[in-house]
């Protein structure tokens, strides 16, 4: 059994905070009006996205060392000249000053995941997808039915907000980025995404999700072979999902060779709040 120590959780951590600092710069250019910026702070970046948006934390301080309080005013000074929240990442390899220094300045629980990871092996063989489906490559053009398609699968089949489409779709303009569809003859009922991180070694992946009616028929473990079969064809040696716990995602994961490295949790504090 491997032993998570802190430059394992390094590699980890970063299945995170790559693909958040590619979806700032990508905003940055063709959303210029959110003001989205990915600045490296602390060992890791600080990321902003759009006020309300799931995407835009500091993710990776703390695990170089201890962090000095100029860079927490920093990382204060980043999100609130945005208007928004303050959000740290934190997790057990984290140094502990880190998570002292939050309390002190007020940071609250707002989030908690599990990390789960599995090395890969290129020459492994990952079993096919279930009859009757086919599993391919989102095309460029494809990137609005695979957003309206994962987004679906989220909502249970509900139409999602636009903004989650406009959160998902521009994935495909990113360096890198891997995207799944899943057909049913002609229509698309499963999406799955994810990034490759080559200075890593490493597949972040996400996204994935599957139209209520399709459910119940091993198309999310299947994806997730497919995407690791992806990575290790371009010499990744690991993969990495990020899950709430307890869901079908984690119990997948699972499944399929994948082992819990640990709990993280995302500290947030609200302006005016002590």
Same mark, same amino acid.
């Given at each position: 059994?491997?032993?998570?120590?802190?430059?394992?959780?390094?590699?980890?951590?970063?299945?995170? /905070?790559?693909?958040?600092?590619?979806?700032?710069?990508?905003?940055?250019?063709?959303?210029?009006?959110?003001?989205?910026?990915?600045?490296?702070?602390?060992?890791?970046?600080?990321?902003?996205?759009?006020?309300?948006?799931?995407?835009?934390?500091?993710?990776?301080?703390?695990?170089?060392?201890?962090?000095?309080?100029?860079?927490?005013?920093?990382? /204060?000074?980043?999100?609130?000249?945005?208007?928004?929240?303050?959000?740290?990442?934190?997790?057990?390899?984290?140094?502990?000053?880190?998570? /002292?220094?939050?309390?002190?300045?007020?940071?609250?629980?707002?989030?908690?995941?599990?990390?789960?990871?599995?090395?890969?092996?290129?020459?492994? /063989?990952?079993?096919?997808?279930?009859?009757?489906?086919?599993?391919?490559?989102?095309?460029?053009?494809e990137a609005d039915l695979w957003a309206d398609v994962v987004g679906r699968?989220?909502?249970?089949?509900?139409?999602?907000?636009?903004?989650?489409?406009?959160?998902?779709?521009?994935?495909?303009?990113?360096?890198?980025?891997?995207?799944?569809?899943?057909?049913?003859?002609?229509?698309?009922?499963?999406?799955?995404?994810?990034?490759?991180?080559?200075?890593?070694?490493?597949?972040?992946?996400?996204?994935?999700?599957?139209?209520?009616?399709?459910?119940?028929?091993?198309?999310?473990?299947?994806?997730?072979?497919?995407?690791?079969? +992806?990575?290790?064809?371009?010499?990744?040696?690991?993969?990495?999902?990020?899950?709430?716990?307890?869901?079908?995602?984690?119990?997948?994961?699972?499944?399929?060779?994948?082992? +819990?490295?640990?709990?993280?949790?995302?500290?947030?504090?609200?302006?005016?709040?002590?």
């Amino acid at each position: 059994m491997d032993f998570v120590d802190q430059a394992l959780a390094r590699r980890l951590e970063a299945a995170e /905070e790559i693909p958040q600092v590619y979806y700032a710069r990508l905003y940055a250019q063709v959303k210029p009006e959110i003001g989205a910026a990915a600045e490296e702070i602390g060992g890791g970046h600080m990321v902003f996205a759009g006020v309300g948006s799931p995407i835009g934390r500091a993710v990776g301080l703390g695990l170089d060392g201890p962090v000095a309080a100029e860079t927490l005013d920093r990382v /204060e000074e980043f999100y609130r000249s945005k208007g928004a929240p303050a959000q740290v990442d934190v997790c057990p390899l984290t140094d502990l000053g880190l998570l /002292e220094a939050l309390k002190e300045r007020g940071y609250q629980m707002a989030e908690l995941n599990n990390v789960l990871y599995r090395w890969l092996r290129r020459e492994e /063989e990952f079993a096919p997808g279930p009859g009757g489906l086919e599993i391919r490559r989102g095309a460029m053009d494809e990137a609005d039915l695979w957003a309206d398609v994962v987004g679906r699968g989220f909502f249970d089949g509900k139409q999602p907000p636009p903004e989650f489409q406009g959160m998902f779709a521009p994935l495909f303009q990113i360096p890198d980025a891997v995207a799944f569809l899943v057909w049913a003859g002609k229509t698309a009922v499963a999406g799955a995404g994810g990034l490759l991180i080559p200075e890593r070694k490493m597949i972040a992946m996400f996204g994935a999700a599957t139209l209520p009616d399709f459910r119940g028929r091993g198309i999310q473990s299947a994806l997730l072979r497919r995407r690791m079969k +992806l990575a290790a064809d371009q010499h990744c040696d690991l993969a990495v999902t990020v899950t709430r716990g307890g869901t079908t995602s984690q119990r997948n994961a699972e499944r399929l060779g994948f082992r +819990l490295a640990y709990s993280k949790a995302t500290l947030l504090k609200n302006w005016g709040k002590s």
